[in-house]
């Protein structure tokens, strides 16, 4: 028997949002399928295996709020839920809503073809399988492409080495062993302070470090499980109001309202706060004013030289090249004090760059690193890094990547000119990059999935954006960037990422739309409302 080929949707990626999309899709009686690179569902969740791997956002805000049935039967055990249980809960989903028949798996797609005359996708696995649908919703994540650097000498080295993307699924005893890990970034934050304890030797490479701030973690009892379902009404409605979608908003009482020692008490209180309520629950000129930001980056300073005991150390661990809150924060558990450990060595590489990885280790200019294990800490190619492998060629054989060749162009986020019936769950320039996740996905798979549903009521067969609607959205995206002092950060909000050709120092990209949830959703509100005008139908 061969295998059907033809669907109405096919959505790419069985993570956080190809799982809810397909399961609105199913509800509706689309005739859809997943195509997953993977050998199981949960994207994020099901590759970063890495020890200290877990959620930054409140658990109760990450799970889906679709269904109350969903809800009444899944229990939290921590307030930040770490990658073994999320992943056992997005499996926990697809049981439950039986979504696991609508996906193929190891089926990494190479090629997407949009085929005029037959109005219709032509997608290509990079084993040669071949499907067509009339319609193509991506769901493949925003930091789902790892990059490694690029020294001399990567594939020479005699132990084991990779990246934390790719953290071996067989349990790995670092016991005794000497550890190298490159990269301070969140992943690099949560793996350090997780294996500092536990390896015989650790030596951190930073080239430039991370303001970061504790996560102060908690296990959640039976008894406020039960108090939290009970107000899961509450709790999204807070997500809904607060610009970036978490259970923190702004306090709006004016910096310039409070003495600085009324800051500086607000400021004891969120450091001691889960999550991120020391940004999100911050005064928003932090953010925004060149002032604020200084005395706030200041603050989280000292609480650093408080808990490094070596002064010196403590300084190179202060970062100095940007103000707090102006790169993703990432939030640790007891980071500082690891370096207070005997086993936990800085390498700082700005002193000493690494020259190479040898067999044994690694080189800087200064000094030969015997090593075990190196894992690379080093990031993704975020947001777009997902589309740059795909060859997708839309109208007249136009080349994605091409079009978005010095940055990307989109409307809303969804959709792109000259590439019909192509829509992106948590695609760039949407909020998906900038706020808390699954918040984002949730509302651009229903908006997705209405127009869908619209498109099929009007007895149309093929949308694509206006140019004018798409350029108008690119300006409101760059406008608001702008505003911003993260606008010139070298972190992957803004696009960079120094091991990816056009993504170095300098180059400013406009990655995604950081205009708040609020604000953005009732952007896709009103142009749903308004009967998709911005987009062409036939
Ligand atoms: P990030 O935040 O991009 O951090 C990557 C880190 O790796 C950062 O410290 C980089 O230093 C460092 N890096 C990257 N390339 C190199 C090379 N070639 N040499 C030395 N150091 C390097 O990635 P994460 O995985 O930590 O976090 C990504 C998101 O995943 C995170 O925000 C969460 O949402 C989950 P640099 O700053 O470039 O000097």
Redesign the pocket.
Known sequence: MTEKQDYEVLVLGAGVSGIYQIKRLVDLGVDALVLEADDDLGG?WYR?RYPGARF?SESYTYGYSFSKELLDEWDWRERFSPQPENLRYLNFVADKFGLRQHMHFNARVASMHWQEAKCQWRVETQTGQVYTARFVITGIGV?SV??????PGMDSFKGQAFH??WWPKEPLDLTGKRVGV?????????VISEIADKVGELKV????P?WSTPLNNSPISTAEMDDIRARYDDIFAQCAESPNSFVHTPDRRGFDNLTKAERIAFWDELYASPGFAILAGNFPEVLMQEAPNQEMSEYVANRIRERVKDPALAEKLIPKDHGFGT??L?LETRYFEAYNRDNVHLVD?QDSP?ECITQTGIRTTTDEHELDVIV?????N?ITGGFDKLEVKGVDGQLLGDKWKDGPSTYLGLTTHGFPNLLMVAGPQSVSGSTNFPRAIEGAVDWVTELVQHVREQGHTRFEPSQEAEQAWVEEVKRVQQKLLARQS???FTG????VVGHEVGTVRYQAYFGGGPKYASILKKAAAEGYDQLEMS
């Open positions: 994020t970063n930054d930091l790892p990059t490694e650097p690029r020294y934390t993307y490159i990269g301070t970034g969140a992943t690099g934050i949560q490479f930073q080239r430039r991370n790169q993703r990432p590489l690494i690379y800490a080093t990031g993704f975020a070298q972190g992957w960079y990422n120094s091991n």
